[in-house]
């Protein structure tokens, strides 16, 4: 078998550390996921896991659970004597969640380990800064670094005016116009991707992720499509997936998104919105609510034309989302533990 150099995908000495190497574990990153069955890469090659009977019993939430750029420790490292058994997840640099599918409040890992996000937004039919401002606040809160990436630039006719647009609600973040219809338009991103770094692309379907992907690796990996006339885009990718890339540095597609949910992202919601935040310590009064109240200043800035009123509609919005979400938490939770209550006194009463 050859040698795999797991540097190339990430693994540093720090993660070899925490891998418990003189315990007989092997070190592995998980590369995709299909249902209960893992793909991962270790130094001898690419084999399939699932996860040991232990694990699974011990796995409190489902972020618990692994996803696609965690490294992983198993039981072996090749598939000579069946699949692998992961036995543990190690501690994650960054993570990316997101609201699960349905009505149940549940957290789902979108990436795990990145170092850069790419937040991709088209400049035609896709183009919406209230949506980026959601990706923003959920990026800074992942811990990885985000960098806005507005597609189609050759499709839009005002593109000077939206990049001044885009960097009014991103403070601080790096803006690339790309189109990659020009030869060349997609090396802006080649500065962002380093050896053993990885990025992953994060945005509505059809906004050109795929493509993107392919120009950087130079042949067609992942199937593309367009943004329809209704602005809804189709979602070419159905997994998330680890790629390398042959310069190095690691790239990670994902899924569409299309419904982002907020999960306690105090920290991602301050520093998307540092600039309506700085206003909150002007008011006349400590505790202001900014409705009603005189002397406030966010509204003396909305009327000054110093702060737009979608932007404060936007933070106000994300802002109930997330004391939403973190109230459902805790009912979910206490309606959990009623039941088990019951359970137990009805095990008795047998």
């Avoid at 850069?116 to 959601?134: A, G, H, I, K, P």
Wanted: glycine share 8%; charged share 30%.
């Amino acid at each position: 078998m050859n040698t795999i150099k797991l540097e190339d995908y990430g693994l540093t000495e720090e993660r070899w550390g925490q891998a418990g190497q003189d315990k007989g574990g092997y070190i592995g990153r998980v590369l995709s996921q299909s249902r209960d069955l893992y793909r991962v890469i270790s130094e001898q090659g690419e084999l399939l896991a699932k996860i040991s009977g232990k694990f699974r019993y011990e796995v409190k939430n489902q972020t618990d659970y692994p996803a696609v750029g965690d490294f992983v420790v198993m039981d072996r490292s090749h598939d000579a004597n069946g699949n692998g058994i992961i036995h543990c997840v190690l501690p994650r640099k960054s993570v990316f969640l997101r609201k699960s599918a349905g009505i149940a409040s549940k957290e789902q890992v979108i990436a795990a380990n990145v170092d850069t996000v790419f937040l991709c937004m088209s400049m035609n039919q896709d183009y919406n800064l209230r949506r980026m401002e959601r990706y923003l606040t959920l990026a800074w809160e992942s811990g990885a670094i985000p960098v806005i990436v507005l597609t189609k630039a050759d499709l839009c006719n005002d593109v000077y005016e939206k990049l001044c647009e885009v960097a009014a609600i991103a403070p601080g973040v790096d803006i690339l116009d790309i189109s990659t219809h020009t030869k060349g338009g997609w090396e802006k991103i080649r500065p962002y991707l380093a050896y053993g770094k990885t990025a992953a692309f994060l945005g509505s379907s059809g906004v050109g992720k795929s493509t993107l992907i392919n120009c950087l690796l130079g042949r067609k990996v992942l199937d593309t499509q367009v943004i329809r006339q209704d602005d809804k885009g189709r979602h070419t990718t159905t997994r998330r997936e680890l790629l390398l890339l042959p310069e190095g540095g690691i790239l990670m597609d994902t899924p569409g998104m299309r419904e982002l949910g907020m999960w306690d992202e105090a920290e991602g919601l301050e520093r998307t919105f540092t600039d309506v935040e700085s206003y909150f310590d002007k008011c006349r009064f400590r505790n202001c609510t900014h409705t009603n109240e005189p002397g406030c200043a966010i509204h003396a800035a909305i009327n000054a034309g110093e702060l737009s009123k979608e932007r404060w509609d936007s933070y106000c919005k994300l802002r109930s989302e997330d004391a939403y979400l973190e109230d459902r938490s805790g009912y979910m939770q206490k309606k959990k533990e009623k039941f088990k209550s019951i359970a137990k006194i009805n095990r008795k009463k047998k």
